[in-house]
């Protein structure tokens, strides 16, 4: 079992910038792809960003590359998404998961094993 703690999240202007962590405890955290999903009030959860078990590659759904970042760090069991030029499309529910895999999983939710519980980021206009 992995479990999966996310905080970063709040209240930003357009424009502003914040950054997500998610903290993994439970079975070895090293060993897992790690991604961001969000949600927005009535639609789909969707894909934002992936991670492999090392950090030495990376996935950025199209709406977030050049504005997002995934990095993380495994001394710390630690996953990171730094959105800068937040965008009010960029409000939901931002929930970090752990894949069953090594490298990049696919940008599904059915790659994906553990589920944290969620951050809000609301950017208002």
């Known amino acids: 079992q992995v479990q999966l703690v996310e905080s970063g999240g709040g209240l930003v202007q357009t424009g502003g910038s914040l950054r997500l962590s998610c903290i993994a405890s439970?079975?070895?955290?090293?060993?897992?792809?790690m991604g961001w999903f969000r949600q927005a009030p009535g639609k789909e959860r969707e894909f934002v960003a992936a991670?492999?078990?090392?950090?030495?590659?990376?996935d950025l759904a199209d709406s977030t590359k050049g504005r997002f970042t995934i990095s993380r760090d495994n001394a710390k069991s630690t996953v990171y998404l730094q959105m800068n030029s937040l965008k009010p499309e960029d409000t939901a529910v931002y929930y970090c998961?752990?894949?069953?895999?090594?490298?990049?999983?696919?940008?599904?939710?059915?790659?994906?094993?553990?589920w944290g519980q969620g951050t809000q980021v609301t950017v208002s206009s």
């Open positions: 991670i492999n078990w090392n950090g030495g590659d990376t």
């Open positions: 439970g079975r070895t955290f090293n060993n897992n792809a």
């Open positions: 998961a752990a894949s069953r895999r090594f490298g990049l999983p696919d940008r599904t939710r059915n790659d994906y094993l553990y």
